[in-house]
Nanobody
Framework: QLQLVESGGGLVQPGGSLKLSCAAT????????IGWFRQAPGKEREGVTC????????KYGDSVKGRFFISRDNAKNMVYLIMNTLEPEDTAVYYC??????????????????WGQGTQVLVSS
């Protein structure tokens, strides 16, 4: 089972940017598809983006397309989420998650097995 730790969250003004990091331990990151998800108060967990094991395939939720970008560095066991042009609606706890049972990627939370504890992102002026 992969252990995941998110970092990089915080308070940012609307229109600003943040870079989230997801550090993986307890396994070889190359074997895992990684997703980023978010959950705002009172809302269901939402798929943000995912990246396949080799990084060759990515997928984004409609609300973040063109603003958010996912990348991975398997040699460092790290996955990153760059978030640009942030909006108040992006306020949420952001989680990274991993699964090793399929080779493509999906932003469906139910498909992922290993989850981090999350990092809070607050977009406010």
């Amino acid at each position: 089972q992969l252990q995941l730790v998110e970092s990089g969250g915080g308070l940012v003004q609307p229109g600003g940017s943040l870079k989230l990091s997801c550090a993986a331990t307890g396994g070889i990151l190359d074997y895992y598809t990684i997703g980023w998800f978010r959950q705002a108060p009172g809302k269901e967990r939402e798929g943000v983006t995912c990246i396949s094991k080799t990084g060759g395939l990515t997928k984004y939720g409609d609300s973040v397309k063109g603003r958010f970008f996912i990348s991975r560095d398997n040699a460092k066991n790290m996955v990153y989420l760059i978030m640009n042009t942030l909006e108040p609606e992006d306020t949420a706890v952001y989680y990274c998650a991993a699964v090793d049972t399929f080779g493509a990627c999906s932003i469906s939370p139910g498909l992922y097995r290993d989850w981090g504890q999350g990092t809070q992102v607050l977009v406010s002026s």
